[in-house]
């Protein structure tokens, strides 16, 4: 079984400059997440996908960000404009939403981001 | 007071021994908790995850969950060098659908042969 595809892998750009990655989930796998992991901290969510309908978005800064699953299947999260402080690593993980306490989410490689 | 705390470590082992890592969390209402093991420069791959009071075991690592203390532990049992990463709790309040997970900020785990 295929993993979370994520791409670019690694990422350079000036602030003020747009970026986007993409993600593609395991097959089969309805729900979506993007998680922000800065360095020497743990993978904080930015956004939920159910399918192509968004769970929560609370902490996603919406000013500058912006995220859609348009099928139902892959994903793409844009930067518009970037800062120095969106340096992450950005992950992609997926769950199959089977219901219950034991839905696991299987993240991809990440995209790491530098702004310069 | 962070939803998930771990200490940040390093906690060094020697090769053989047990490592324990623990974790607290601050909401009640978390219902399922995962540990996630971290290479540098890789991503977060799942160890295992509990949702019931007491023990857990897959293999050489053993998770433990105590409710009324809201306290999470994961012991590995026979350390070996490949385990040295950084190992995070993460936590699933799965209220009204929402099954993102909140992460501890990981323990760095240095294994010594």
């Known amino acids: 079984e295929a993993g979370v595809a994520q791409s670019p892998r690694y990422k350079i750009i000036e602030k003020r400059q747009s970026v986007a990655f993409w993600c593609n989930p395991i097959?089969?796998?309805?729900?979506l997440y993007w998680y922000q992991q800065i360095l020497g901290q743990g993978p904080k969510l930015l956004i939920q996908?159910?399918?192509?309908?968004?769970?929560?978005d609370s902490q996603l800064p919406k000013d500058r960000f912006s995220a859609e699953r348009l099928k139902g299947v892959d994903s793409t999260l844009k930067i518009q404009p970037a800062k120095l402080e969106d340096s992450a690593v950005y992950l992609c993980?997926?769950?199959?939403?089977?219901?219950?306490?034991?839905?696991?989410?299987?993240f991809g490689p990440g995209t790491r981001l530098t702004v310069l | 007071q962070k939803e998930v705390e771990q200490n940040s470590g390093p906690l060094s082992v020697p090769e053989g021994a047990i490592a324990s890592l623990n974790c607290t969390y601050s909401?009640?209402?978390?219902?399922?908790f995962f540990w996630y093991r971290q290479y540098s420069g890789k991503s977060p791959e799942l160890i295992m995850f509990?949702?019931?009071?007491g023990d857990k075991e897959d293999g050489r690592f053993t998770a433990q969950l105590n409710k009324a203390s809201q306290y999470v532990s994961l012991l590995i049992r026979d350390s070996q060098p490949s385990d040295s990463a950084t190992y995070l709790c993460?936590?699933?309040?799965?209220?009204?659908?929402?099954?993102?997970?909140?992460f501890g900020s990981g323990t760095r785990l240095q294994v010594q042969p």
């Open positions: 996908f159910q399918n192509n309908g968004v769970v929560d």
């Open positions: 993980a997926s769950s199959l939403l089977a219901g219950g306490v034991t839905d696991t989410q299987y």
């Open positions: 909401d009640r209402g978390s219902q399922s």
């Open positions: 509990i949702y019931s009071n």
């Open positions: 097959s089969g796998h309805a729900t």
């Open positions: 993460a936590v699933n309040k799965q209220a009204t659908g929402r099954r993102a997970l909140t």
